[in-house]
């Protein structure tokens, strides 16, 4: 094992020890099968049935820790003829996503994304249930089941202006056979963005192992690289966290 695979695997147990310590076979098959849609329907499941009322499943923090991060990413994709269109991909039960829809100062179509039923099942009832009302009232918040390696199913080139990954992308790092997926969605990702669009993700990964990483499996026939940023959200409950913020650099026409 690599020592980046070794980092990331120890990352994953720290993670979910808290939140399944009970649940032995279930934290190994989490660390070790994250690209699987089944473990996620398993987990989201098991999770849901342990406590009577709903509460949302944060991966590493909520989004007061970022709300400074997305806000100006917002704004500086606005543009005045249609709402924000945002992507969150791998959304599963976080407030995420509907706190965008909530506290944007910009009209938003929001769309949290993932690719288990459960998951999705389990917020569209906890939104129905809240009745979460938008800053803007033509701001619009939507579930969708989706395979975020095939974005390319519900979205075209250029439509998009915000995505945001909270989690998501090193779940597949750290799964046993998830790391090509995990640049699949990168590619998928930059293709949906606009120019002036840009995909937020979060992570506990040092830059010195991610930026690499982002750099490389950014290169595809259909984008000609990307610009890749990170800054540090800061440590939460003794882990340090990152946004990297990675822009499509546009194909030039010959």
């Known amino acids: ?10 990352s994953g147990r720290r993670l979910f020890a808290a939140h399944v310590r009970r649940h032995t076979s279930l934290t190994t098959e989490l660390i070790e099968n994250m690209d699987k849609k089944a473990t996620w329907d398993r987990f989201y499941t098991e999770n849901s049935s ?10 590493f923090f909520g989004f007061d820790s970022v709300r400074h991060l997305i806000v100006p990413a917002l704004q500086a994709a606005s543009h005045p003829d249609a709402p924000l ?3 969150d991909v791998g959304c ?19 769309t949290c994304a993932d690719v288990s039923p459960v998951a999705v099942r389990l917020m569209r009832e906890h939104v129905r249930a809240e009745a979460v009302q938008p800053r803007d009232l033509s701001s619009r918040l939507e579930f969708v089941e989706l395979d975020c390696a095939r974005l390319d199913e519900r979205y075209g080139s250029g439509s998009v202006d915000l995505i945001v990954d909270k989690g998501t992308t090193d779940a597949l790092l750290r799964s046993k056979d998830g790391r090509g997926k995990a640049g699949l969605v990168l590619k998928q990702c930059l293709k949906a963005l606009r ?20 750099e490389t499996a950014a290169r595809d026939p259909g984008v000609s690289g990307a610009r890749v940023g990170a800054q540090e959200v800061g440590e939460i409950r003794g882990v340090c966290y990152y946004c990297y913020q990675v822009t499509p650099h546009p194909v030039v026409e010959q």
């Open 1 to 10: 094992m690599s020592p980046f695979s070794k980092s990331l695997t120890l």
């Open 195 to 214: 120019s002036s669009g840009s995909l937020l993700q979060f992570s506990d990964e040092d830059p010195d192992a991610r930026l690499l990483w982002l």
């Open 92 to 110: 599963g039960t976080s407030a995420l996503g509907p706190s965008i829809y909530r506290h944007s100062p910009l009209p938003v179509h929001v």
């Open 85 to 87: 269109q945002v992507l």
């Open 50 to 59: 342990r406590t009577p009322a709903f509460k949302n499943f944060e991966w």
